[in-house]
Every structure is written in structure tokens, then in C-alpha cells.
């Protein structure tokens, strides 16, 4: 079983920071990743970025150069700090315990968090 809790969320304007956390607690073998992904209202949920348990990251182009995924596996958390925020990365964002291969491409699991609202007002 996994599970998946989301915290961090929060009303910030437009070029400040949050910092997202994600707790995963997995005894599932297969699962070498995680990943954040993000929903606004309207459109397709999207991945932001996602790190391998062995600290290899990939970010989607919106968010390159803001937006910092890292990991704490003694507290088996990933976090998500989001810096120069802009009033289009408003969404709800959302954790995914994962998998990737050699080809660095990530599969999603059906592990979901609940999600955590970020909204930046401009």
C-alpha cells in the first residue's frame, strides 16, 4: 500500500515563494520516483517535475530555472520549492509515486495525494 499526502500549498503573489512537501510511504518495491504534477481549473493535469530515488531530476520547460524538486529520504519527503512564482502556475498540485527506466521517461502510478492548492495573485 501507498500513500501519498501533499502539504505546502498557500496564496502567494506573483514573484514570491512556496515550498511544497510530499510524503510518501510505500513498501512497493517498484516504485523509483516521484513526481509533482499540477491542475488549473480547465485544463489537463501536467507534470512539473519528477526525482529518481537516485536524485536524477527533470523539469518540464515552464518551470525550468524556478522550480526545484529535491528529496529527504530519511523523512521520506520530496519537496517542491517554487521560486518566482507567476499567476499561471496557479493549480492544484499533486504527488505521484512513480517509476522511471533508463529512457529517464516517468510512469505514473494511480498513487495520488489529495492535492494542495497554490494560488499566485498578480
Known amino acids: 500500500q501507498v500513500q501519498v499526502v501533499e502539504s505546502g500549498g498557500g496564496l502567494v503573489q506573483a514573484g514570491g515563494s512556496l515550498k511544497l512537501s510530499c510524503a510518501v510511504s510505500?513498501?512497493?518495491?517498484?516504485?523509483?520516483?516521484i513526481a509533482w504534477y499540477r491542475q488549473a481549473p480547465g485544463k489537463q493535469r501536467e507534470r512539473v517535475a519528477y526525482?529518481?530515488?537516485?536524485?536524477?531530476?527533470n523539469y518540464d520547460d515552464s518551470v525550468k530555472g524556478r522550480f526545484t524538486i529535491s528529496r529527504d529520504n530519511t523523512k521520506n519527503t520530496v519537496y517542491l520549492q517554487m521560486d518566482s512564482l507567476k499567476p499561471e502556475d496557479t493549480a492544484v498540485y499533486y504527488c505521484?509515486?512513480?517509476?522511471?527506466?533508463?529512457?529517464?521517461?516517468?510512469?505514473?502510478?494511480?498513487?495520488w495525494g489529495q492535492g494542495t492548492q497554490v494560488t499566485v495573485s498578480s
Open positions: 526525482i529518481s530515488n537516485g536524485g536524477r531530476t
Open positions: 505521484n509515486a512513480g517509476t522511471t527506466d533508463i529512457t529517464r521517461k516517468y510512469y505514473p502510478t494511480n498513487y
Open positions: 510505500t513498501s512497493t518495491f517498484n516504485i523509483n520516483a
